[in-house]
């Protein structure tokens, strides 16, 4: 090795450099926290909630509408059911909401942003031109629709949002890779013989995977603040599960009085989309992406 | 003479991600009355630090340890906020690098000018009407040689060339005579025989206008004609200084005989000769042309010829070397003959067979492959050298064990050690990352490889290194180089047969020893005669150019 190139093997890695912008960023931290407490809260939902057997079809009329107090910290609905349970199970569905929609709809979005990125010419029309379509549709009416010809219940709400959801993430991914799709690196692999399927899986996607990360953490917020609409709205779970949209709903009949029926749901409806925003926007900064 | 700037002790750090960069150490230079000072180094040696603590542009991670920074006896870092900035534009100026980025797209030149000029008045505390400063920016305008100031000022930046633009930074900088002009690489982004014409604008303002002069580059050719004294930077420290003649002659420190030596001379003793090939022809290009032509959906479209009519053989076993200037279509050649777009008219046979029928199999494959001209951009980031280096192995039907120990043969034949294979592109410096390039392009086994510029984005230093290993590749890989440069000293000794295109045509072609001692046509003679040597004996021995054949071939810089 020639002793005048520069030995760059103490560089500072992307990695110390993502960690370190990370952890100086103070709502990054905040927005993860509070998602971890989330997620915390749905998962131990049975060992943390006071009253887990108010989770289902209980009645307690003894203590329905009872304003907050030391037995029951937020207060209870309609029945008489303590409402901190309910949120915290409440937090399950929405979570349930989100990994399933998201499971489905990230890989299918990105995989059909990826190939039209890729290939140019019909693919990347037909794509691009479905893709446009789709987006056109007002996603409220295509819920409603799914949910007035199909039963209204958790699953059906989910089929609904991700035939619409997978858009977002077709557009974006396809912006970043047909980007990438014409770098040098990319062009090097083809004249190596690499095939279409080693291209796009090894050399393009790993460079997609911090702007879909990025946006899939901002879509949580998202969809969790579009299942309590659709369950707001009636079309979601059904009672008596517990659900942020239909609790607030239900609360919604017994105001100014009864406040504490709609303000804790609320709450957790913010707090929870709050999270997943802060966590989001400190990623981006952190891969230094564009979403 | 007195000085005019002296920098004194300068101790500069950045603070970056937690860990502290001592970026320049004790940097002393003076800049005299009238002088012309040349800072040279290679990339991160802190050239551009320096200038910006002259100047006050540090970024908000730096910060000034120790030392200080005269300005005719006064110390610029210890004045107040205001007092420093009305020194910049009127002590001291500087000439932007990049022509292009360092204009706002969406606003006019004339508003540039006009801004810039405003709040240097402001800072002043001169009231001046808009007419009056209209006035003074064409005056400024004619000074830099744009002979029709109204159209320049109505223009945006993209409707202008890349020399005009560069003009027009120059005029930014003399808006309010400075006396020190700081040019930090000003040209390079340019071609020779633009950057060319740049120099000497740059030389004549100096001495016309009685500026000092910092002059920031890399290349020892424009500080032969551009300073009296040379500061020789590496790793944030001063390592020599002395008059011109003194270092380029006698350099005392065994870094700035590196730097020197590394430059590949233009004529002179040490010109080397590669062998003319004696093989067959390997790739035979017959009458080619490429338009490239958009046909919109309203409107006529654009038609442009990229390149027009070319017909050249390569022999097996040479280096041929296709020279020209930014958009005279070398690459598109290339690229051609690589089989990634298709020609327009004519003929491409590689061994014998057309290019059209054979592109994309692996046969070809075996035949040619490319290094790239930017190692950082053709080497994936998210994958290691070893994962690179697997794809062609793999997709040639290589397995297991034989893989790895390949892998570990490529390796050694670029001078890289073993562990190399786990590492990512970002731990290496750009000529490791070219090694590694060129490593890949090793890994498929082909007769011909393609080098687009393959050191243009390196040190010379570094050049030196990769163009040896070149060398050592060809000889005992028995290979066949097709060498796309605009560094034309460095093709007089790297090849062994050249040719020179212009707008799309080859005007001449030959072996370099001809082409360069006898030039036929007048734009190789304008071409070489534009090129920065590093000794008056070159300088003599570059052909002449009349003053027809520079309006002809070099007219769009001026306007």
């Known amino acids: ?291 | 003479m007195s000085e005019l700037l002296k920098v004194d002790g300068l101790d500069v750090s950045f603070h970056t991600y937690g860990r502290r960069l001592h970026v320049l150490k004790d940097v002393t230079l003076a800049i005299p009355q009238g002088g012309r000072v040349a800072l040279i180094g290679e990339t991160g040696s802190g050239k551009s630090v320096t200038s910006k603590a002259i100047l006050g542009t540090l970024p908000g991670n730096a910060k000034i340890e120790s030392g200080r920074i005269l300005f005719k006896g006064d110390d610029v870092l210890a004045m107040p906020r205001g007092k420093r900035d009305a020194l910049k534009g009127t002590a001291f100026s500087i000439i932007m690098q990049d022509p292009l980025s360092s204009f706002n797209p969406v606003f006019r030149i004339g508003r540039h000018l006009d801004d810039v000029m405003r709040f240097a008045d402001l800072r002043l505390g001169n009231r001046s009407s808009t007419a009056e400063r209209r006035q003074r920016i064409f005056e400024v305008l004619r000074k830099v040689q744009l002979a029709d100031p109204e159209r320049v000022c109505a223009a945006y930046p993209s409707q202008l060339s890349g020399g005009m633009r560069q003009r027009v930074l120059i005029a930014l900088s003399l808006l309010h005579q400075p006396q020190l002009l700081i040019a930090d690489e000003p040209g390079t982004a340019l071609d020779v025989t633009t950057q060319d014409e740049i120099m000497k604008l740059i030389n004549r303002l100096v001495a016309e206008n009685g500026l000092s002069l910092l002059m920031i580059t890399h290349n020892l050719g424009v500080v032969r004609q551009m300073a009296d004294e040379i500061y020789v930077m590496r790793h944030g420290e001063i390592v020599e200084h002395g008059p011109l003649s003194e270092i380029f002659s006698r350099p005392r420190q065994a870094y700035t005989r590196q730097l020197i030596d590394a430059i590949p001379p233009l004529y002179g003793a040490n010109v080397t000769d590669q062998e003319p090939a004696a093989g067959d022809a390997i790739v035979e290009i017959d009458g080619v042309s490429k338009v490239f032509e958009d046909r919109p959906l309203f409107g006529r479209g654009h038609r442009h010829v990229a390149v027009n009519d070319v017909s050249l053989a390569i022999r097996r076993g040479e280096v041929f070397g296709l020279a020209g200037e930014s958009g005279s279509g070398k690459t598109t050649v290339a690229r051609m003959i690589m089989g990634l777009i298709r020609a327009s008219d004519g003929k491409l046979r590689i061994d014998g067979k057309p290019v059209e029928e054979q592109r994309g199999s692996a046969a070809f494959r075996r035949k040619i492959q490319i290094v790239y001209q930017n190692p950082g951009t053709s080497l994936n980031p998210k994958r290691t050298v070893g994962q690179t280096l697997r794809v062609p192995l793999a997709f040639a039907g290589m397995r297991g064990k034989a893989v790895e120990d390949r892998i570990r043969e490529l390796l050694l034949q670029v001078d890289l050690p073993d562990h190399y294979v786990s590492k990512y592109p970002h731990e290496l410096s750009g000529g490791q990352k070219q090694r590694v390039a060129i490593a890949r392009a090793l890994a498929a086994d082909p007769e011909i490889i393609v080098l687009d510029e393959p050191t243009s984005a390196l040190d010379v230093s570094v050049q030196k290194n990769v163009i040896a290993l070149l060398t050592r590749l060809r000889e005992e890989l028995g290979l066949t180089y097709l060498f796309i440069s605009h560094d034309l000293s460095l093709m007089r000794n790297f090849c062994s047969r050249i040719a020179i295109m212009l707008r799309g045509e080859i005007v001449e072609a030959g072996e370099p020893r001809q082409v360069f001692e006898t030039p036929e046509h007048p734009y190789t003679r304008a071409l070489i005669a534009a090129v920065p040597v590093i000794s008056d004996e070159e300088e003599k021995r570059k052909p002449a150019v009349s003053d027809e054949d520079r309006r002809r071939y070099l007219v769009d810089t001026a306007a």
């Open chain 1, 1 to 291: 090795m020639a002793a005048t190139e520069t030995d760059f093997t103490n560089a500072l890695t992307p990695r110390y450099m993502a960690w370190y912008s990370f952890t100086r960023n103070p709502t990054a931290i905040i927005g993860a926290l509070m998602v971890i407490s989330v997620v915390v809260l749905a998962v131990f939902a049975p060992l943390i909630a006071p009253y887990p057997e108010h989770v289902g079809a209980a009645v307690n009329f003894r203590a329905r509408h009872a304003a907050p107090d030391w037995t029951y910290w937020l207060g209870t609905d309609k029945v008489g059911r303590d409402i901190l349970t309910r949120v915290i199970f409440g937090f399950r569905i929405s979570l349930l909401l989100v990994v399933g929609v998201l499971a489905i709809a990230v890989p299918i979005g990105s995989a059909l942003g990826l190939l039209a990125g890729y290939f140019s010419g019909w693919t990347e029309k037909i794509i691009t031109g479905f893709t446009n379509v789709m987006l056109a549709i007002p996603p409220l009416v295509m819920a409603l629709a799914i949910g007035n010809v199909l039963e209204p219940n958790l699953v059906n709400a989910m089929i609904a949002i991700t035939l619409l959801w997978w858009t977002w993430h077709a557009r974006l991914v396809y912006r970043v890779s047909k980007s990438i799709a014409s770098e040098d690196f990319v062009e090097a692999a083809r004249l190596a013989g690499a095939s279409h399927w080693h291209i796009l899986t090894r050399e393009i996607l790993p460079n997609c995977i911090s702007v879909i990360s990025v946006k899939t953490t901002l879509d949580a917020a998202f969809v969790i603040l579009f299942g309590a609409t659709l369950s707001f709205l009636g079309l979601g779970v059904k009672p008596p599960t517990p659900d942020l949209g239909s609790m607030v709903a239900d609360g919604r009949q017994f105001l100014p009085e009864m406040w504490w029926g709609v303000l804790a749901p609320g709450f957790a409806i913010f707090y929870a989309t709050l999270g997943f925003n802060l966590l989001g926007d400190g990623l981006r900064d952190m891969f230094d992406v564009e979403v």
